[in-house]
């Protein structure tokens, strides 16, 4: 394992869950690349190659209109996350993309105070260098359970 | 709670009022599993697909009851309770899989695929001791089996006597509409499902009630996915249990919304920047851009635009819901198509930019009527009847759905 690798990928996916916790939900689709893919699914559907996802998303443009949607269109009680990630894996690196896996839990705060384990699962990511920076090109959120408790209004 | 003695009363022949105590009162909630859930309706269990091939099977539940949905040797399906004859153990833990035949992993008890009992493990003891004395037969308490119908690749399942036979039960009005998107061969794309912190009832009466739609969901109003000035209407079976509510894809660009000020019709939104979420094509050649399909007590069929899937409850409790969601396409569909049933799945489940306000909503209620008791909810809109109609700034399929529930349930 290349150490400075390792770092990007934590650097780049501690940055991410940071700006999802903080409400800094605006920042968040900069830390994909233009046509970065994003997708949340299953570990059922992936187990069994079943394309669905709870989100999907193309593009950038395509993650903004999330953001807008959730500040000024969709319907859901205030509420918060605070993700934990554990360590980086390093799948293969070619072509100047690092394949990574990065468990995380998402604990959900509601505005009552009510909090519970939300969401548990890894991030499987295609990470590239985009104009010096770190972008994720694909990432793919499997959460380890089908069920989700009322709506994932948030991104994960 | 519990309804206190001489509220558990329904306001008699009308169907406007609804009291509150009927998402909060754990003995009409059991009363409800055996009358409605086992009595005389049909269940959605599964997708014909999600039993593909021979010797396959798919655990699912008729009300609160795990069943097991199988396909035997001979491609026939079957259904039966997941519960061995002997001590009562699951059948099936896993969701699906692969089985000649079934064995419960307890004292390994063994089942053909209709959930016959076919062999009871040492039943003449070892070495001419134990065993179970030859006038037992364990056969009598063998699993429920399920009459089980299959409607346009759509597996139902009942234990009533007295169930009519399916098509009959769907009516006239629905069944065709069920066929229209069953229009092919189906392809599973996947699925999730979504916990409601509501009674199951709350779920079934959001998705018969054409009026909130366009006045909850930003989303279907500001993009003129769904309003009510568009053409449509609300289909309601004889009996009130079974609705559609459809409208077509064409907008007249009308501007009754914004005209009256509501949250929904947000003219200063704005465009999709990724306009693309939207793109469709009208696949079935009708020009309907939303068909919401139910069947009493727990089955959902939608289509909104190319997103399709069947929605299934589990009622978990008094307060509390699973609702079942499964994706499908057609084994016809190309990659260009199957993109626009993803991307349009943004529209829909627990993250859907319309559906996870529906899971929102349902919570409000039961929440909001925590100390109702006996107060009324309003049911009022179209007037007091059950019949179809244009207008869909009406309650009917609602007061459709109290109708076919009071007659199961005989209030």
Same mark, same amino acid.
Request: hydrophobic residues 40%.
């Given at each position: ?50 394309? &669905?996802? @709870?989100?999907?998303?193309?593009? *950038? ?5 999330? #953001?807008?949607?959730? =500040? %000024? ?53 295609? &990470?590239? @260098?985009?104009?010096?920076?770190? *972008? ?5 959120? #499997?959460?380890?359970? =089908? %069920? ?9 | ?411």
């Amino acid at each position: 394992m290349n150490l400075e690798q390792q770092f990007r990928v934590q650097d780049l996916n501690a940055r991410y869950a940071d700006a999802i916790d903080d409400d800094r939900l605006e920042a968040w689709p900069e830390f994909f690349r233009e046509d970065g893919r994003y997708l949340i699914t299953t570990a059922e559907n992936a187990a069994q190659n079943l394309p &669905i996802g @709870l989100m999907y998303a193309t593009s *950038r443009a395509m993650l903004r209109d999330r #953001i807008k949607a959730l =500040r %000024q269109a969709n319907i859901y009680e205030a509420q918060r996350y605070r993700h934990v990630l554990g360590a980086p894996q390093l799948i293969d690196s070619a072509n100047g993309a690092l394949r990574a896996r990065t468990s995380f839990m998402v604990a959900r705060v509601m505005h009552t105070g009510e909090t519970m384990l939300f969401a548990t699962g890894r991030y499987e990511d295609r &990470i590239v @260098l985009d104009g010096g920076e770190a *972008r994720f090109a694909e990432k793919t959120v #499997i959460i380890d359970s =089908r %069920q989700v408790d009322t709506l994932l209004a948030i991104p994960l | 709670m519990n309804a206190p003695a001489g509220i558990r009363a329904w306001p008699s022949d009308q169907l406007t009022r609804v009291p509150y105590w009927v998402y909060a009162d754990a003995s009409l909630y059991a009363e409800e599993i055996e009358k409605v859930f086992r009595g005389d309706t049909w269940s959605f269990l599964c997708l014909e697909a999600e039993v593909p091939t021979p010797n396959t099977y798919r655990t699912s539940y008729l009300g609160d009851m795990s069943v097991v949905v199988t396909r035997d040797k001979d491609g026939a399906i079957h259904a039966f309770e997941n519960r061995c004859a002997h001590r009562g153990a699951l059948l099936c833990l896993k969701e699906r899989g692969e089985a000649k035949e079934i064995a419960c992993v307890y004292h390994n008890w063994t089942y053909d695929l209709c959930g016959n009992l076919t062999g009871v493990a040492f039943r003449k003891g070892l070495g001419g001791k134990g065993g179970m004395p030859p006038e037992s037969h364990p056969e009598a308490h063998a699993p429920r089996q399920l009459r089980v119908e299959v409607f346009a690749g759509l597996v139902f399942g009942t234990l009533g006597r007295n169930t009519p036979p399916l098509e009959q039960y769907l009516g006239p009005e629905i069944a065709p509409k069920i066929k229209r998107v069953m229009r092919a061969p189906v392809k599973l794309l996947g699925g999730y499902s979504q916990i409601l912190q509501s009674n199951w009832k709350l779920y079934m009466e959001n998705v018969k009630d054409s009026y909130h739609a366009s006045l909850l969901h930003m989303f279907f109003t500001t993009f003129r996915l769904n309003r009510l000035s568009q053409k449509g209407g609300l289909v309601v079976s004889a009996d009130g249990g079974n609705h559609i509510s459809y409208s077509m894809a064409a907008d007249v660009a009308g501007k009754e919304y914004e005209k009256a000020g509501l949250r929904t019709a947000n003219e200063d939104y704005g465009a999709l920047e990724a306009p693309e979420l939207l793109k469709s094509v009208d696949e079935f050649g009708d020009g309907v851009g939303l068909q919401i399909l139910s069947v009493f007590p727990g089955f959902v069929l939608q289509q909104i635009r190319n997103s399709l899937a069947v929605r299934r409850i589990i009622p978990q409790g008094v307060d509390r819901t699973e609702l079942v969601w499964t994706c499908f396409g057609f084994t016809s569909d190309d990659d260009e198509l199957q993109e626009l049933r993803l991307r349009q799945a943004n529209l829909i489940g627990p993250a859907g930019f319309i559906s996870m306000e529906d899971g929102a909503a349902t919570g409000f209620v039961q929440r909001g009527s925590r100390g109702a008791g006996g107060e009324l909810s309003v049911v009022e809109m179209g007037g007091r009847g059950i019949g179809s109609e244009e207008s869909r700034v009406s309650e009917a399929a609602v007061r459709g759905f109290w109708n076919a529930y009071r007659g199961h349930m005989g209030v």
